[in-house]
């Protein structure tokens, strides 16, 4: 695999996974550039285990159809400390996001949670300890990598990242 980190997250590992902290004014985390021998697939589901530190206030969740190079393009699905969630198309030239949904409560941020995240084609849904969340159909970005978000200030630990193919 390749991983690139964006925004300078200060990632640390231990022995149950890693610990992702982000001192950085703006959005940071690890994406996923490649995979070894295949090219980054079209359609996939991203799947993690994330927990919010007991002192951490800030969104965090998962980066998905990132766009390469110098380009700001991606969508995101991220939960709030109060355990609501959004997900989120970020503009390729300007950076800025636009919420596309938002979703109720999924229960505490600060326990361990089961975060998957189904893409095929324009249609994304959102998974949170086995159960569907949301979802949503966008066509804004057709592919893209993968990665894990944590905003402004905050600290997450992550583990079991797995992402899975979609046969066609």
């Given at each position: 695999?390749?991983?690139?980190?964006?925004n300078?997250?200060?990632?640390?590992?231990?022995?149950?996974?890693?610990?992702?902290?982000?001192?950085?004014?703006a959005?940071a985390?690890?994406?996923?550039?490649?995979l070894?021998?295949?090219?980054f697939p079209?359609?996939?589901?991203?799947?993690v285990?994330?927990?919010?530190?007991?002192?951490?206030?800030?969104?965090?969740?998962?980066?998905?159809?990132?766009?390469?190079g110098?380009?700001?393009g991606?969508?995101?699905?991220?939960?709030?400390?109060?355990?609501?969630?959004?997900a989120y198309?970020?503009?390729?030239?300007?950076?800025?996001?636009?919420?596309?949904?938002?979703?109720?409560?999924?229960?505490?941020?600060?326990?361990?949670?089961?975060?998957?995240?189904?893409v095929?084609?324009?249609?994304?849904?959102f998974?949170?300890?086995?159960?569907?969340v949301?979802g949503l159909?966008?066509?804004?970005?057709?592919?893209?990598t993968v990665?894990?978000?944590?905003?402004?200030?905050?600290?997450?630990?992550?583990?079991?990242?797995a992402?899975?193919?979609?046969?066609s």
């Amino acid at each position: 695999e390749q991983w690139a980190n964006y925004n300078n997250p200060v990632i640390t590992c231990q022995s149950t996974g890693v610990e992702i902290s982000n001192p950085n004014a703006a959005l940071a985390g690890p994406f996923l550039l490649g995979l070894p021998n295949i090219s980054f697939p079209s359609d996939y589901v991203i799947e993690v285990q994330l927990q919010q530190a007991s002192t951490s206030q800030a969104d965090f969740g998962v980066y998905f159809r990132n766009q390469l190079g110098s380009q700001s393009g991606v969508y995101n699905f991220l939960i709030h400390s109060d355990g609501s969630w959004s997900a989120y198309v970020y503009d390729n030239a300007t950076g800025n996001p636009t919420e596309l949904h938002r979703g109720s409560s999924i229960g505490s941020a600060y326990s361990s949670l089961l975060v998957d995240v189904a893409v095929i084609g324009s249609n994304f849904t959102f998974f949170v300890n086995g159960h569907q969340v949301g979802g949503l159909h966008d066509s804004t970005y057709p592919t893209g990598t993968v990665g894990i978000a944590v905003d402004a200030g905050g600290t997450i630990f992550a583990s079991n990242f797995a992402l899975y193919t979609i046969a066609s």
